[in-house]
């Protein structure tokens, strides 16, 4: 048997595929329910994910895995509006005439940040098509320094500081030009006309995980069973223990896929991972109405959130009984920082007043409901030399033979972790069970 830790979608997605070749594999989840980052809660239509969600056109596992269980045909393309609050302002940033009317920058500012979204390297004044092919060649440079050379000062300071200061807080100083790059060739498709082309799937993700749960079968799928210990003998995987309510449980295994973070895979086998994590604190606000005209808010000013993310100008509210929805977001670095001590009533008091001072019109009598999820790791510091702190989906080398991981630390979630990142995961961690036991 092939015992599978971690009930989210690297964890299902590789037990799916294993089922699919004839292997017997039993996911364990130490939770109530499924899912685990891409869980979701009700809502008075189709239920929303606790944190927010949404595809980009350059992923396509997950969208073959959606078509292979029959959802194709709910994976929706719409356009995610963009825009970015400073000085007391809205601007959109999807229309080139949008971002040429930005008064921030120079036009010399918007032809360098054109140039260096469009791959083109203009330093020296003569144009360079290949400089940013690599990715690797930019693992050791710091985020700051490119982005001040490939750029302007201006743009730097008024652009890419204030988004890494909401994405990686004070750490945004270890991360790598690498990460910036990829996440720039990462975000696939935009039209021209209307702005950047995501994707959803009709019903919400949710829909996904419960057809990978009916494919693996629910009898194969343990919750609320914590996976507490794995034995091997003569260097070969042997045993994996779990915890229950009933008690402690123990199964003969051939092999074990640790699907979940690298904090896990150290407690079950002393494997040390040096990437660091960051947390997150996200609410859903449920509102009567509409609080702005775009999905992704990026704000500079001053605002106890890094982004303001109304999902409901992405797909239409009345997919939820007409509660128009707004994710609050904020990265945590340590926790001792304010918001991840304060209680959920403290939080919603938090958002409020920041929403309050960015939309004077926000009317807290019309919101409906707050829900508040935190987690302590949500998302890798994307830092300095982190390709060489991937760990392998093969540890037969380094703990035991038979033992795979296929969790967020995992070479299938950079540039950017994701939720086609944990498809890929699983599915290369079963590719090589099945390598191995041919
Ligand atoms: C704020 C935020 C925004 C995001 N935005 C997007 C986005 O826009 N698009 C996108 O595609 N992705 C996005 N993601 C990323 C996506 O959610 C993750 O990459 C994906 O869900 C990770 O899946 P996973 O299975 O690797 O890990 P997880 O979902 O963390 O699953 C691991 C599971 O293992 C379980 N577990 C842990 N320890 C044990 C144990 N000892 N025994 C048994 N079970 C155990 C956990 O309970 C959990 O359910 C976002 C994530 C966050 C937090």
């Not at 009933?246 to 003969?252: H, N, P, Q």
């Not at 890929?424 to 041919?438: L, T, Y």
């Amino acid at each position: 048997m092939i015992g599978i830790v971690g009930g989210g979608i690297a964890g299902l997605s590789a037990a799916y595929r294993l089922q699919q070749h004839g292997y017997e594999a039993r996911v364990f989840e130490a939770n109530d329910d499924l899912g685990g980052l891409a869980a979701v809660y009700e809502t008075a239509g189709d239920p929303i994910e606790k944190f927010y969600h949404h595809l980009s056109k350059s992923e396509e596992t997950i969208v073959e895995l959606a078509e292979e269980l029959g959802l194709g045909e709910a994976i929706e393309w719409r356009i995610g509006k963009n825009a970015y609050y400073i000085d007391d302002e809205v601007h959109p940033m999807d229309k080139p005439w949008e971002i040429l009317s930005f008064p921030h920058w120079s036009i010399y500012d918007k032809f360098r940040l054109g140039m260096l979204t469009l791959d083109i390297d203009v330093r020296g004044g003569v144009p360079k098509f290949d400089t940013y092919e690599q990715l690797d060649d930019f693992e050791d440079v710091p985020v700051e320094q490119f982005a001040r050379e490939h750029t302007t000062q201006n743009v730097y300071e008024t652009f890419f500081e204030p988004l890494l200061d909401a994405k990686f807080g004070d750490r945004k100083q270890d991360v790598s030009a690498a990460w910036l790059l990829g996440r720039i060739k990462f975000r696939g498709e935009r039209d021209l006309l209307k702005g950047e082309v995501l994707g959803y799937l009709d019903g919400g993700f949710g829909r996904l995980l419960d057809a990978l749960v009916e494919a693996v079968g629910r009898e194969n799928i343990e919750t609320g069973t914590r996976v507490t210990g794995i034995d091997s003998k003569d260097r070969q995987v042997t045993k994996l223990k779990a915890q229950n309510e009933t008690g402690e449980l123990t199964y003969d295994v051939d092999n074990v896929i640790i699907a979940a973070m690298p904090n896990v895979l150290e407690e079950l086998t002393g494997y040390t991972c040096d990437i660091d994590f960051q947390g997150t604190v996200c609410s859903v606000i449920s509102i009567q109405n509409r609080l702005m005209d775009t999905y992704w808010l990026n704000i500079a000013d001053e605002a106890p959130f890094g982004a303001l993310i109304e999902h409901t100008n992405f797909v239409p509210p009345d997919r939820y009984g007409g509660e128009h929805l707004l994710y609050v977001a904020r990265y945590i670095q340590s926790p001792e920082e304010d918001v991840w001590q304060q209680t959920d009533d403290e939080i919603r008091e938090t958002w409020f007043s920041g929403i309050e001072s960015l939309f004077p019109s926000f009317d807290r009598s019309r919101v409906n409901w707050v829900q508040t999820a935190r987690n302590p790791r949500t998302a890798p510091v994307y830092e300095r030399g982190y390709l060489d702190m991937v760990i392998p989906y093969d540890l037969s080398d380094q703990i035991a033979n038979g033992i795979y991981y296929a969790g967020m630390a995992s070479r299938a979630q950079y540039p950017e972790r994701s939720l086609n990142g944990g498809v890929e995961a699983g599915f290369n961690s079963a590719h090589m069970v099945m390598m191995e036991r041919k």
